[in-house]
């Protein structure tokens, strides 16, 4: 049955309402803020890789949905206590809780759906162990670092624990513990965070202090003690890129990929404090983007 429309042209009512239903699904689907969430079970899954000693690709399937669910909701879940911030900064005014296309209920019931049920799914699908960091994770994510946002520098601190667990959840649904090797990787990923968003904060101040987020870059305003701290992160963070080389988890390539990726990283971090410009930073926030899963990239290809 066809129906005319107030333009006076005929059209199929299924089909008109079928476009509200799809735009409200990829408003769900743009809270789960589907680039990180891919990143980070990316990082997962190459963890899970180094950790295994024989790939089993069950378990591993297992954890890569497990860890869809959980990080995509804990993302909702953060953009629904956010969500009034988030309406005062143009980089966020866009998204579905501010532009009010989703209601704040849909939201936190949507976040809490697919994070319990992605803690459940790991601690079913893989072991305790996995379930335990997943949930950890969230919880410190959720309940600490994100009030201590509006409330003190060390947010990004506490922050980078969270962000880094990841790493211990790959290792953890591969072995169901986590040895050494499993910290070092954390290492990694912790030290990653530090020039990674010092230089997202530093590209957009403006709006994070119009959000009220209190980051080392809105208060520091030449900008010099920010640059310092990015690059003393970038030099840590090469050191450490090296030592699973020494612990036997990668081999001699991998050091010179390493070597030489965590020199061209160190390049642009070195810049930001020459410079102090928001393009250095935006060149730092670039360098980082691509050096993270080149390096994880690098250490898995080292192990075929």
């Known amino acids: 049955m066809k129906v005319e429309s107030a333009s006076g042209q005929l059209g199929d009512p299924l089909h008109a309402g079928s476009v509200p239903t799809i735009s409200r699904l990829c408003d769900y689907y743009q809270l789960t803020k589907p680039r990180v969430t891919l990143l980070v079970v990316l990082t997962a899954v190459a963890s899970f890789y180094l950790a295994a000693s024989v790939v089993d690709i069950l378990p591993l399937l297992h954890l890569s949905l497990g860890t869809l669910l959980l990080v995509g909701g804990t993302s909702v879940l953060n953009q629904f206590i956010e969500r009034e911030a988030d ?10 809780l501010p532009a009010k296309r989703l209601e704040a209920t849909e939201a936190l019931v949507f976040g809490v759906l697919l994070t319990g049920g992605g803690i459940l799914y790991l601690s079913i699908t893989t072991n305790l162990l996995t379930g335990l960091v997943g949930f950890l994770g969230a919880v410190v994510y959720l309940f600490v670092y994100t009030p201590l946002k509006k409330r ?27 040895e050494l090797e499993a910290w070092l990787l954390f290492s990694l990923l912790f030290l990653w ?5 010092l230089a997202i904060s530093w590209v957009y101040r403006e709006d994070y202090e119009r959000g009220g987020f209190l980051m080392l ?6 900008g010099k ?7 003393i992160y970038t030099v840590l963070l090469l050191g450490v890129s090296l030592l699973p080389t020494f612990l036997g988890m990668a081999g001699i390539i991998y050091a010179i990929g390493a070597l030489i990726m965590g020199a061209m990283f ?28 080149l390096l994880l990239l690098l250490m898995v290809l080292d192990r075929i």
């Not at 005062?88 to 005014?93: A, E, H, L, V």
């Not at 965070?193 to 968003?197: A, S, V």
């Not at 404090?273 to 691509?290: D, G, I, T």
Request: charge should be positive; hydrophobic fraction near 45%.
């Open 87 to 96: 309406g005062k900064m143009r980089r966020t005014m866009g998204r579905p």
């Open 152 to 178: 003190s520098l060390f947010c990004t601190f506490v922050g980078a624990f969270p962000g880094a667990s990841p790493m211990l959840l790959g290792w953890a649904a591969a072995r169901n513990s986590l």
């Open 193 to 197: 965070q530090f020039p990674h968003f």
């Open 217 to 222: 870059p809105v208060v520091d305003r030449d």
């Open 225 to 231: 003690k920010t640059a310092w701290r990015i690059l």
């Open 266 to 293: 160190l390049w642009f971090s070195a810049q930001v404090v020459l410079n102090r410009s928001r393009e250095s930073a935006r060149h730092v926030l670039r360098a980082s983007v691509a050096y993270l899963p």
